[in-house]
């Protein structure tokens, strides 16, 4: 099984930066792709960026765009979202997922999110 842990959320001031990181652990062969989206409160889980394995053109959300840098690194197994400018819209609880190959087939597993609160 497949798990993803998220850290680095917190309280922040409007016009601050932020730093989550999503880690996953198990029996992993390769991970095809990671997403990060959020999920403010009263509202659905919208995508806010994603990265695919070989593409070097990450997807941005449009709301987001220019603010936010999503990477990775294959030897950890994590990935980064960078949130630079930080608006109080961004509130939110961000959520990682993975797609990929494991010891158990193939899966896609979410973490359990990270809370982010921006201040005006």
């Known amino acids: 099984q497949v798990r993803l842990v998220e850290s680095g959320g917190g309280l922040v001031q409007a016009g601050g930066s932020l730093r989550l990181s999503c880690a996953a652990s198990?029996?992993?062969?390769?991970?095809?792709?990671w997403g990060w989206y959020r999920q403010a409160p009263g509202k659905q889980r919208d995508l806010v960026a994603s990265?695919?394995?070989?593409?070097?053109?990450?997807n941005y959300a449009d709301s987001v765009n220019g603010r936010v840098t999503i990477s990775k690194d294959d030897e950890t197994s994590t990935v980064f979202l960078q949130i630079n400018n930080l608006k109080p819209e961004d509130t939110a609880v961000y959520y990682c997922?993975?797609?990929?190959?494991?010891?158990?087939?193939?899966?896609?597993?979410w973490g359990q999110g990270t809370q982010v609160t921006v201040t005006s």
């Open positions: 198990g029996i992993i062969f390769s991970i095809n792709k």
């Open positions: 997922v993975a797609r990929g190959y494991s010891d158990s087939g193939n899966f896609a597993s």
């Open positions: 990265i695919t394995n070989g593409d070097d053109r990450p």
